[in-house]
């Protein structure tokens, strides 16, 4: 069996690269950080186990002979596909709490290999959890089955190896990829002709295109195309039951369309190999301006009015007073909405100043307006560092942070989700409440002034008729139960979220975690339609179990 053979190697338990985890002076210089910033005091530092004092069950599953090569039982392999990367994964992974690592990982590197590795896969009564970049956060990958299954075992199916752009049509402004390409992959392949994706999720540096559409992700474009959804063309996948291949077409009348059914099917379906993508020329224009505003519902009406305006920002991202500050974006108690525009043919700038004075109506005060063309020279107008140059270097480097946060023992949560304008206000005021309410009561702090959680909202994606707010949440851990305060807060916050009639997600996806709202939220017969599609394309429900729907239930 094989292990993967990766010169710089993967951080087995949490996010980028083992050389890019502070020790434990670092962690201790995070925590003083913390206390001195957000006015809280962490709960102390703690460190990952070592690798090699795991104490994984032993492996159930042995691969047939001849595809020996293709799987590895490695510890390091187990451990680092037994969960994906929410923070209740991290502390359990920091702490050696993986009771359910697949039995197999399975490398295959071609279509062809998928299927015989999903034929032996069904001859074993193997479950199959497909496997991007791990980096889910609503236990989409966890090797947990539900409690009913009799499955012999599980193979997490790492797509990794299927990394290429395999065609380019520069006429249509397209390009096939495969599904385990992931963002700098396939990225600096399309730049060799001069074109992009331009799809930047936060976790763009590990996650892959397959994973991208199996949860619906939700990239760089605050409006307008702001899904993967609206950038695939056609995707192929290869199902137990066979290969599900859709025609490449710019839109079609004739019935519900097929990518509908792949896009956010999580791995239930089968494994989304490669997809024509519609791509673009570089970007050769940007022009960007952050404008502060004294209050954020402020900054939301300015949002709104810019999403219901047809200007269509490529950016237009509002953080609270909390998110500026934490961001480094400004620390004088402003809401700051961010906003940008970018084209490959023609200037931006006139476009980025209606849209500046639709956000100075809404009581906003704009900072100088930066404009660049290709080579990076200022141009139009005077410039300096942007807002918007800060608050893109803090988004980037927040998994790492994350990583140092909770190993200094602060409990971080994210959660998003999308809501109409009409309840935007009086939804967002509540979930704040709410999340503040439950976070200090179960880490025993004060739920305002010094010493109580820091609980911020940004608005990541807008809409005509709606915007996607995204909530963080830091406070102290309570050391050895961070799970459980991790999942009383999340299971508050949901039900907020489920009772105004809000999405339990706009882009996450559903995963485990998400299971109980998502079977409120969505009409019982569209799941009966989902568990029929299921049944068709997975007869012996081996992908990934418990996750969207039970195969033999709802
Ligand atoms: C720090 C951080 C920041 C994040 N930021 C964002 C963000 O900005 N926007 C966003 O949308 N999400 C974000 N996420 C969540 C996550 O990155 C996305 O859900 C992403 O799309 C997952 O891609 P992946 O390749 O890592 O998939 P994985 O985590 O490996 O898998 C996710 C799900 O897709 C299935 N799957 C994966 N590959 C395939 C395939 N080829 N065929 C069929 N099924 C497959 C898996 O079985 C699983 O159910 C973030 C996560 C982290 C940890």
């Known amino acids: 069996m094989a292990e993967q053979g990766d010169e710089r190697t993967l951080k087995w338990w949490g996010w980028g690269y083992d050389d890019q985890q502070p020790d434990r002076a670092g962690l201790e210089a995070v925590a003083k950080g913390v206390h001195e910033r957000l006015g809280f005091e962490p709960s102390g530092v703690v460190e990952a186990v070592n690798l090699e004092d795991l104490d994984l069950p032993p492996s159930r599953l042995t691969p047939t002979p001849t595809l020996s090569d293709l799987f590895s039982d490695s510890p390091r392999d187990r451990a680092s596909h037994a969960v994906g990367r929410a923070y209740r994964d991290i502390v359990r992974t920091i702490r050696g709490d993986l009771p359910n690592p697949p039995d197999l990982v399975a490398r295959p590197g071609s279509p062809e ?6 034929g032996w896969c069904e001859d074993s009564n193997a479950a199959v959890i497909p496997f991007g970049g791990g980096t889910s956060v609503v236990g989409g990958v966890e090797a947990r089955l539900p409690e009913d299954s009799d499955h012999a075992g599980v193979v997490s199916l790492d797509l990794k190896r299927l990394d290429r752009v395999l065609e380019v049509d520069p006429v249509s402004l397209a390009a096939r990829i495969e599904g385990g390409a992931t963002g700098p992959g396939l990225e600096g392949q399309l730049r060799e002709h ?74 239930t379906l089968g494994v989304i190999v490669d997809a024509w993508m519609r791509v673009r020329e570089r970007p050769r224009w940007r022009a960007n301006c952050s404008v502060l505003f004294e209050d954020f519902f402020d900054g939301a009406a300015a949002v709104r009015a810019l999403a219901q305006s047809g200007l269509q920002p490529a950016n237009c991202r509002l953080l609270d007073a909390t998110e500026a500050e934490i961001n480094g974006v400004s620390a004088d108690g402003s809401s700051v909405l961010v906003i940008g525009f970018e084209s490959a043919r023609v200037p931006v700038v006139e476009r980025l100043d209606q849209a500046v004075e639709i956000a100075r109506d809404c009581g906003g005060s704009p900072g100088s307006i930066e404009s660049r063309d290709a080579e990076d020279r200022a ?22 942070l994350r990583d140092a946060l909770i190993c200094s023992g602060v409990l ?18 509540s979930v704040l409440e709410e999340a503040r309410r439950v976070t200090a009561e179960l880490s025993d702090t004060p739920v305002e002034g010094p010493g109580s959680p ?101």
């Not at 290999?113 to 999903?118: F, G, P, T």
């Not at 141009?379 to 790492?400: H, I, K, Q, T």
């Open 113 to 118: 290999e998928v299927d015989a590795v999903l």
């Open 194 to 267: 001069g074109l992009t994706l331009r799809h930047y999720p936060q976790s763009f540096e590990f996650s892959t295109l397959g994973g991208w559409i199996a949860t619906r992700a939700g990239g760089h474009f605050a409006t307008g195309e702001t899904h993967i959804d609206d950038l695939v063309e056609s995707a192929r996948m290869i199902a137990p039951s066979g290969e599900w291949k859709s025609r490449r077409l710019p839109g079609s009348g004739a019935g519900p369309s097929p990518d509908r059914l792949v896009i956010g099917s999580e791995g």
């Open 379 to 400: 141009e139009g107008r005077p410039g300096e560092a942007s807002a918007s140059v800060d608050w893109r270097n803090a988004f980037l480097a927040a998994p790492y």
């Open 412 to 429: 971080t949560e994210t959660f998003e989700t999308a809501i109409t304008w009409d309840r935007f206000d009086e939804f967002t005021r």
């Open 454 to 554: 820091s609980v911020s909202c940004r608005i990541t994606h807008a809409y005509s008729d709606g915007a996607a707010p995204y909530f963080t949440v830091l406070a102290p851990s309570r050391p050895g139960a961070e799970v459980a305060q991790w999942d009383e807060i999340k299971r508050a916050v949901s039900e907020v979220l489920d009772s105004a009639g809000a999405t339990i997600t706009h882009h996450h996806a559903v995963g485990r975690d998400h299971r109980e709202w998502y079977d409120r939220q969505r009409p019982q017969p569209f799941a009966d339609a989902l568990i029929a599609a299921k049944r068709a394309l997975d007869p012996h429900g081996l992908m990934n179990p418990g996750v969207l729907v039970d195969p033999g239930g709802h």
